[in-house]
């Protein structure tokens, strides 16, 4: 049986409402672990969690408190922590995730296919196109193995400086790169975020964000590359500041009405 963690990144901001809306969502996402698989353990990057106490699970937690660290820097984080500890597996989500399952045996049937691929890796897949396969997914219910994680670290592209999608990029890396160790997530199981109509506070921060139009424009540059050449150039941020996007643009394919063939990626 593979040693496996649930490993969670959440940050906590000063203001209200705010504040109360992410430890809500927490002890949400803490409540469905707990009832879908009671004895994995919680592994969480905890920033500006103060004294909070999160909602007790049979699950064991294991609450590693720190600073903001940007979204960037606790995808890294988490990593470092998963990589220390005795774990061969790791799930991931994020703080505000929902697990939606269509019958009572596919979250164990999710743990199956994690224990037939000790080596493997899986992420539930946005709308598939011909090179990015991950276009609007998250790393959330994805489970990497330590096989994996130890070979390739997260893209050190940043969302909050407008470098591009880390997770999307991340997800298509490790599925050009490592295609004979993907294996597929269940049907019947899926994770939600971003779609909280009756809360006070919008989750989507890029959606306004100043950088938005370059998060999509570098995500899809980037992901084309890595289809085309199994990896990621050997100096991406330079590759994206390159004239090469400017081209890159004025090349991409239109439908008849005009539209862009990549337009999936503006969602």
């Known amino acids: 049986m593979l040693n496996k963690c649930f490993g969670i990144i959440s940050w906590f901001p000063d203001k209200e409402p705010a504040r109360t809306q ?25 920033q500006n969690w103060g004294n909070f106490k999160p909602v007790e699970t049979t699950n064991n937690q294991i609450i590693k408190n720190y600073m903001p660290l940007g979204i960037l820097g606790a995808r890294k984080t988490l990593r470092e922590e998963f990589l220390k500890s005795n774990y061969n597996y790791i799930i991931m989500f994020d703080d505000d995730a929902i697990i939606e399952c269509d019958n009572e045996t596919v979250n164990n049937d999710f743990i199956i296919a994690i224990e037939n691929n000790p080596n493997g890796f899986c992420f539930v897949k946005g709308e598939d196109n011909a090179y990015n396969p991950y276009a609007g997914a998250q790393l959330n219910l994805c489970a990497i193995s330590r096989f994996i994680y130890n070979q390739e670290p997260m893209v050190d592209i940043d969302p909050q400086k407008g470098e591009g999608f880390e997770d999307c990029i991340f997800a298509t890396l490790l599925h050009h790169k490592y295609a004979d160790y993907e294996f597929n997530i269940p049907e019947g199981i899926r994770c939600i975020q971003f779609r909280n109509p009756d809360e006070p506070v919008e989750s989507t921060w890029w959606g306004t964000h100043k950088n938005g139009k370059y998060l999509i424009q570098n995500t899809n540059f980037l992901c084309r590359y890595i289809a085309e050449h199994k990896r990621l150039p050997n100096d991406y941020k330079k590759f994206l500041s390159s004239v090469e996007k400017d081209k890159a643009e004025r090349q991409y394919e239109r439908r008849a009405d005009g539209s862009r063939t990549d337009a999936y990626l503006y969602f």
């Open 22 to 46: 992410r430890q809500n969502r927490i002890n949400r996402l803490f409540t469905q672990l707990n009832n879908l698989w009671p004895d994995i353990d919680i592994l969480v990057v905890a």
